[in-house]
C-alpha cells in the first residue's frame, strides 16, 4: 500500500509541474497576441533561457516560494526518470525534462547566490506569501526571452507528459525484471531463466504473469516484442 501512496504521489508532483508548466506557456501567448516581441532563445527548456527566466521569476517570487518550485521540479525529474512510455512519447518526455532540470537548477544557483536562506516555519512562509502583497509574474518579459514556437511546443509536450501520467504511467521496471526480459528476448527457455534466478518453475511463471501485467501484454511474445521496440532492453 505504500508503494502505491508513493506512486500516486509521485504521479501528482509531475501532473503539478506540468500545470505550472502549461499556465505558464498560455500567458507567454497571450502576451505575444498582444504584440511582445519574440526573443533570441528558441527552446525555452534549454539552459540559457532558464538563466535569465529565474531573475523575471525572482522580481515577483519569494526565495521560499521558488525554493519549494525547485523542489517540485527535481521531485517531478526523478518521477518520470526510469519510466516506461510509449515510443511517439520519447520527444516531448525530453523537452519536459529539460526543463525540469534546466529550470531547477537555475533557481538552486540563483538562491545559492543569495547566501543561506532562512530558517523555514509555517508562520514565515505564510508571511512572505501573506494576501496582502501580490505577487505578479511578469510573463511579457518571460515571452520576450524566447519565440512563440518554442513556447507552444513546450506546452504541447507538457500536456503529452500529463495526459500520459492522467491515464496512469506504467511504473519503471526492476533491474531484475530487465534481466528476465533480456534473455527471454535472448531465447531462453523459462526453466533455464528461473533456475539462473532461483525459482522454482511454477514461481517463475507467476512473477513472468506479474511482469506481462505491468507492461500491459498477454505473454512472452508480447512482452518481449514491446520490451525491445521501446527500449526497455538492450
Aim: glycine share 8%; charged share 25%; proline share 6%.
Amino acid at each position: 500500500m505504500g508503494g502505491d501512496e508513493n506512486e500516486g504521489l509521485a504521479y501528482a508532483r509531475v501532473r503539478l509541474a506540468c500545470g505550472r508548466m502549461i499556465g505558464g506557456a498560455d500567458a507567454m501567448l497571450e502576451a505575444y497576441r498582444f504584440g511582445v516581441a519574440e526573443g533570441p532563445h528558441r527552446e525555452p527548456w534549454a539552459a540559457d533561457y532558464a538563466r535569465e527566466a529565474v531573475h523575471v521569476y525572482a522580481e515577483s517570487l519569494p526565495p521560499l516560494y521558488q525554493s519549494d518550485i525547485a523542489h517540485l521540479f527535481r521531485d517531478s525529474q526523478v518521477a518520470m526518470a526510469g519510466r516506461l512510455i510509449p515510443s511517439d512519447l520519447a520527444a516531448d518526455w525530453a523537452i519536459v525534462t529539460s526543463y525540469l532540470s534546466e529550470a531547477a537548477r537555475s533557481i538552486e544557483e540563483w538562491l545559492s547566490s543569495r547566501g543561506p536562506m532562512p530558517r523555514r516555519s509555517g508562520s514565515e512562509r505564510t508571511a512572505e506569501l501573506r494576501p496582502g502583497v501580490p505577487r505578479v509574474v511578469h510573463f511579457d518579459a518571460l515571452a520576450a526571452l524566447t519565440t512563440r514556437d518554442g513556447v507552444q511546443r513546450l506546452k504541447l509536450a507538457a500536456a503529452a507528459v500529463r495526459r500520459h501520467f492522467d491515464a496512469g504511467a506504467p511504473p519503471s521496471l526492476a533491474p531484475a525484471e530487465q534481466m528476465v526480459l533480456r534473455r527471454l528476448a535472448s531465447g531462453a527457455p523459462i526453466a533455464v531463466v528461473a533456475t539462473e534466478l532461483g525459482f522454482s518453475e511454477r514461481s517463475m511463471y507467476r512473477e513472468l504473469s506479474k511482469l506481462w501485467e505491468k507492461l500491459g501484454v498477454s505473454g512472452r511474445a508480447a512482452g518481449v516484442h514491446k520490451a525491445t521496440a521501446e527500449g526497455l532492453i538492450d
